[in-house]
T-cell receptor, first 116, second 112 residues
């Protein structure tokens, strides 16, 4: 099985621009979650999607948004980029079986975003 | 805020057992303990998880104290490839409020 695929691998943007990152989960996985990783704050949870619905959300401003498509692929968008948005953005998928079973997360290699 | 507390860094000699502690004193009865590790410039990798019993798999062992307020991840024979940041996290049994707080983890250095 192919792993979690994130595109692009690297991205350079300038302040004020917006950016869209893509994540293709492992085949059959219906849950996708997104994380921001910076040297100062570590690995922080952004949001989680399951069956095209956002189920959980971290403490990030509304500039950070996401969506999930019917094939479980997910995108996250950051509008009005700030210098502090420079980070590694990771997504993870899991094969959640219903609402109550905890399954392990499989992570992609991430998208390294640099805001100039 | 993280629900777990880990030492920022640890050293271990190659070939020895690496014992990584984690404190999760506010864990509730419906929360699992998970361990992941992240090797430089890669996404985190699942290692092991448990609820209240000790667990072992091909990568590691997880020892959870009887009161469930702390746990230890054991890498039985550490190699240089085990150099990574190790994260201990707690996750509820259900998806509700599952915000997956990773914290800063423990940077494990395996010394040759």
């Amino acid at each position: 099985k192919a792993g979690v695929t994130q595109t692009p691998r690297y991205l350079i943007k300038t302040r004020g621009q917006q950016v869209t990152l893509s994540c293709s989960p492992i085949s059959g996985h219906r849950s996708v979650s997104w994380y921001q990783q910076t040297p100062g704050q570590g690995l922080q949870f952004l949001f989680e999607y399951f069956s095209e619905t956002q189920r959980n959300k971290g403490n990030f401003p509304g500039r950070f948004s996401g969506r999930q498509f019917s094939n479980s692929r997910s995108e996250m968008n950051v509008s009005t980029l700030e210098l502090g948005d420079s980070a590694l953005y990771l997504c993870a998928s899991s094969s959640i079986q219903g609402a109550t079973v905890r399954e392990k997360l499989f992570f992609g290699s991430g998208t390294q975003l640099s805001v100039l | 805020d993280a629900k777990t507390t880990q030492p920022p860094s640890m050293d271990c000699a190659e070939g020895r057992a690496a014992n990584l502690p984690c404190n999760h004193s506010t864990i509730s009865g419906n929360e699992y303990v998970y361990w992941y590790r992240q090797i430089h410039s890669q996404g985190p990798q699942y290692i092991i998880h448990g609820l209240k019993n000790n667990e072992t798999n091909e990568m590691a062992s997880l020892i959870i104290t009887e009161d469930r307020k702390s746990s230890t991840l054991i890498l039985p024979h550490a190699t240089l490839r085990d150099t990574a940041v190790y994260y201990c996290i707690v996750r509820p049994k259900t998806y509700r409020d599952d915000k997956i707080i990773f914290g800063k983890g423990t940077r494990l250095h395996i010394l040759p």
